[in-house]
């Protein structure tokens, strides 16, 4: 038990519409990345958050967007859903941008068909 | 470039045998390694967490070894259970380093299968 949720555990959207996932940080922790997924893949870096404010992007379109809330808690918005983006997002969260020390939430399995 | 490299890419074993999962990394700078369970469609557990200075560290049934000099890591699973099934990431952490961020470089994995 990581302490880190992520909501909802399953989601299936079509393709074009926008969809919103959230995960809350565990106690203490005021960090938290985005990765996805992809089915046989490792985890690939979205973006990261601290303190409310993006801290680092990876190689992800802008219609990939988050924010982060005062409680550190987080969301992830994709915009404009391809079918490619059908994977699962995980959340992880961790101090002070102090990602080798991350702890992984259950992730959110995302369909788009 | 920095990659983590992981074989066999799956691997099936009869319940109560041993196995050894292998990573091969060419990350630099170099904060720790970590060994992650992740069943289907969840979201990784650590196993166990390894900094430059440590050569072994153990997790019940499971072992990790790690070679700073060659650069590779095992994991090491006894007498496995129907309940280890599931894919197994070696993860290394990239410290922060001057205005650059640090980061986690992941192995694809491997796909553990135990048979009864």
């Known amino acids: 038990e990581t302490g880190v949720t992520q909501s909802p555990t399953h989601l299936i959207k079509t393709r074009g519409q926008q969809v919103t996932l959230r995960c809350s940080s565990q106690?203490?922790?005021?960090?938290v990345s985005w990765y996805q997924q992809a089915l046989g893949q490792g985890p690939q870096f979205i973006f990261q958050?601290?303190?409310?404010?993006?801290?680092g992007r990876g190689n992800f379109p802008p219609r990939f967007s988050g924010l982060q809330f005062p409680n550190y808690s987080s969301e992830l918005n994709v915009n404009a859903l391809e079918l490619d983006d059908s994977a699962l997002y995980l959340c992880a969260s961790s101090r002070d941008r102090d990602i080798t020390e991350a702890f992984f939430g259950q992730g959110t399995r995302l369909t788009v068909v | 470039k920095n990659q983590v490299e992981q074989s066999p890419q799956s691997l099936i074993i009869l319940e109560g045998k041993n196995c050894t999962l292998q990573c091969n990394y060419t990350v630099s700078p170099f904060s720790n390694l970590r060994w992650y369970k992740q069943d289907t469609g969840r979201g990784p557990v650590s196993l166990t967490i390894m900094t430059f200075s440590e050569n072994t560290k153990s997790n019940g049934r499971y072992t990790a070894t790690l070679d700073a000099d060659t650069k590779q890591s095992s994991l090491h699973i006894t007498a496995s259970q129907l309940s280890d099934s599931a894919s197994y990431i070696c993860?290394?952490?990239?410290?922060?380093?001057?205005?650059?961020?640090?980061?986690?470089?992941f192995g694809k994995g491997t796909k553990l299968s135990v048979k009864p």
């Open positions: 106690s203490g922790h005021n960090t």
């Open positions: 958050y601290y303190r409310e404010e993006e801290n």
């Open positions: 993860v290394v952490s990239r410290p922060a380093v001057g205005g650059s961020q640090g980061n986690l470089i």
